[in-house]
């Protein structure tokens, strides 16, 4: 069977740990690789790849776009977090957008999303910005914010273990 590589974007390493849990299931993985390495040569070298990725304003972050972007008739299977409740419809819309992307040039095999912890010390600088103001936080929010910690648990961990299991065998 062709190696996998296991590619990561990450600010505070939630997306590396769901990729060392892809990594875990997928026979002849290599990697995880950071995605700041991943250059022209490693993209034509492979032909499916598992991309894990951070939500960035309710899509993928700019690496992970720009990687996607790059790519062409590649078989990608999609694994990500993002802060908000995996059943909400901000989840729903982030992996609508990210499923069109992964599609448009590439063959998406699966994608996974799951919640990840949010970094409160940077969020909470943002209730210091009066009401009104461009990027003001509510303290409501906040609290909602505080839900995300802890997140990926050993339960995500595991249902993307299940997730990328299942990719592999439906490919
Ligand atoms: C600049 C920035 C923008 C973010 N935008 C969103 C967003 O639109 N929706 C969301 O649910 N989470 C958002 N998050 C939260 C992250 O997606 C979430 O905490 C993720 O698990 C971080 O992954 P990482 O540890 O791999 O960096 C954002 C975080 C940052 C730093």
Redesign the pocket.
Known sequence: MAKIPIIFS???????RLAEAAASVVPDSVGPYNIRYINDEVIERFDTFVLSY?????TADDDTIALIRKMSGKNLIVIG????ARESR?AEE?CTRVEALASEHNRLLGHFLCR????LN?TAQKLRIPEGEKGHLSQERFEKQKL?LGHPDAADLEAARTAVRGFLQNA
């Open positions: 990450t600010i505070t390493g939630n997306a590396f951070w939500c960035n304003h309710g977090t993002l802060g908000a901000h982030v990840g912890s949010i970094d940077r995300s």
